[in-house]
């Protein structure tokens, strides 16, 4: 495989079409969490990808790490059970 030019410009630029699509639709800027990697090539998804092109402006997690830190959501268990049925046999 080919290795990547890690563009800063290029990742700002795909955060902020992203970020147009999600705000509108109720996330908090706060809540997103916007990470460089490949899936064509697997590089940042289990471990960080050490390529100085990348390590140069980003510092942060990979994939899998990100992932270890999401909060649960609070469930309430004592409202009654709804699901949804779609089809019946």
């Known amino acids: 495989m080919e290795d990547h030019d890690w563009s800063q410009e290029r990742f700002e630029e795909i955060k902020g079409i992203i970020w147009d699509h999600l705000r509108p639709i109720g996330f908090a800027k706060a809540d ?15 471990t960080r990808y050490d390529d100085p092109l990348l390590t140069s402006w980003y510092d942060g997690p ?24 779609n089809e019946i046999y």
Do not use: F, M, W
């Not at 997103?32 to 289990?46: A, E, I, K, R, W």
């Not at 990100?66 to 009654?80: E, I």
């Open 62 to 85: 990979c994939l899998v790490e990100a992932l270890d830190v999401l909060r649960v959501p609070k469930r309430t268990y004592v409202k009654p059970l709804r699901i949804t049925v």
């Open 32 to 46: 997103v969490q916007y990470l460089p990697l490949s899936g064509l090539t697997g590089h940042n998804l289990v």
